[in-house]
Nanobody
Framework: QVQLVESGGGLVQPGGSLRLSCAASGSIFSINAMGWYRQAPGKQRELVAAITSGGSTNYADSVKGRFTISRDNAKNTVYLQMNSLKPEDTAVYYC????????????????WGQGTQVTVSS
């Protein structure tokens, strides 16, 4: 079985910073893209940032210049450094990985973490 476990959410004041981490574990053959999505109350889940195995990145316009995604391929871990946080960044943040498990090879599937709450408020 494959699991994605997130950590690092919490309550922060506007202008503050948080760092999210997500570690993939289990019978993994290879990981392609990893990314972060978020879902605010009453809104659809949206892409925040994504990174390929080669290090190419993609960001939502709303977070460009404030958030940085990175990954450690040796640890199957993706990070999201969030700076200059705004109240509108408040949401549940979900980790996503497109990967091939030992059981599913050669097919790739989407896996999701359980979500971590980020609240930006004074």
């Amino acid at each position: 079985q494959v699991q994605l476990v997130e950590s690092g959410g919490g309550l922060v004041q506007p202008g503050g910073s948080l760092r999210l981490s997500c570690a993939a574990s289990g019978s993994i053959f290879s990981i392609n893209a990893m990314g972060w999505y978020r879902q605010a109350p009453g809104k659809q889940r949206e892409l925040v940032a994504a990174i390929t195995s080669g290090g190419s990145t993609n960001y939502a316009d709303s977070v460009k210049g404030r958030f940085t995604i990175s990954r450690d391929n040796a640890k199957n871990t993706v990070y999201l450094q969030m700076n200059s946080l705004k109240p509108e960044d408040t949401a549940v943040y979900y980790c996503n990985a497109v990967l091939t498990s030992v059981d599913s090879w050669p097919d790739k599937y989407d896996y999701w973490g359980q979500g971590t709450q980020v609240t930006v408020s004074s």
